[in-house]
């Protein structure tokens, strides 16, 4: 148990559907990220969430949509998603104003077919 | 844009052996962390390094930064099977901002 909760583990989903994917910590963390990461490239940050409010895009595309409607939990929306979209997508969270790092979920392999 | 390239890409070692991992920018992060990450699972910190020059020990795994703080590399040594995985080297974007970019990875595969 890491601490960070994300659900489903694994989601195929098709071009046209809508689906989410859930980040859950109670480990009394302020930030809280989306990262991206796919074969052969680095993890991309996408979003980055600080007392709910959302102090970075790192210029993702509009068919993802975060939500964090508290510290605890943060949602990634997904809609109308390209194949290239097929990754592992991570939450992390961490106590903003220190170097613990982060605390990453296990994550969601997205599959878009 | 930083980045950080880690060297090298794939190690497949046997049981036992030593080996060395690469974390290299031109630019200058003010801390850096070492992590891994099995297969299916995130990312694991095991170490932050802040103060240019800094070596940290967790057991059998060494960590450097480097004086310019913008390398810094991880030793194992006498491997185990248990260390297979993704080591990743992430470095704080702007001082103060907590927001990591990270590495091109390793991936060691330890044979029994």
């Known amino acids: 148990e890491t601490g960070v909760t994300q659900t489903p583990r694994h989601l195929v989903m098709g071009m046209t559907n809508k689906k989410s994917l859930k980040c859950e910590q109670h480990l009394g963390h302020n930030a809280m990220y989306w990262y991206k990461q796919s074969a052969k490239k680095p993890l991309e940050l996408m979003f980055v969430?600080?007392?709910?409010?959302?102090?970075e895009n790192n210029s993702v595309p509009s068919r993802f949509s975060p939500e964090c409607p508290n510290s605890s939990h943060l949602f990634l929306h997904l809609h109308t998603l390209q194949p290239e979209d097929s990754a592992l997508y991570l939450c992390?969270?961490?106590?903003?104003?220190?170097?613990?790092?982060?605390?990453f979920g296990s994550g969601t392999r997205l599959t878009v077919v | 844009t930083q980045l950080l390239e880690q060297s090298p890409q794939f190690l497949s070692i046997q049981e036992g052996e030593n080996l060395t991992v690469y974390c290299n920018s031109s630019s200058v992060f003010s801390s850096l962390q070492w992590y891994r990450q099995e297969p299916g699972e995130g990312p694991v910190l095991l170490v932050t390094?802040?103060?240019?020059?800094e070596v940290k020990k967790l057991k059998r795994l060494t960590f450097q930064f480097g004086d310019a703080r913008k390398d810094s590399s991880l030793h194992i040594t006498a491997a185990q099977p248990g260390d297979t995985g993704l080591y990743l080297c992430a470095g704080e974007a702007r001082s103060g901002t907590y927001k990591y970019i990270f590495g091109t990875g390793t991936r060691l595969k330890v044979l029994a």
């Open positions: 992390a969270s961490s106590p903003r104003g220190t170097n613990y790092g982060y605390t």
């Open positions: 969430y600080n007392f709910k409010e959302q102090t």
């Open positions: 390094v802040v103060t240019g020059g």
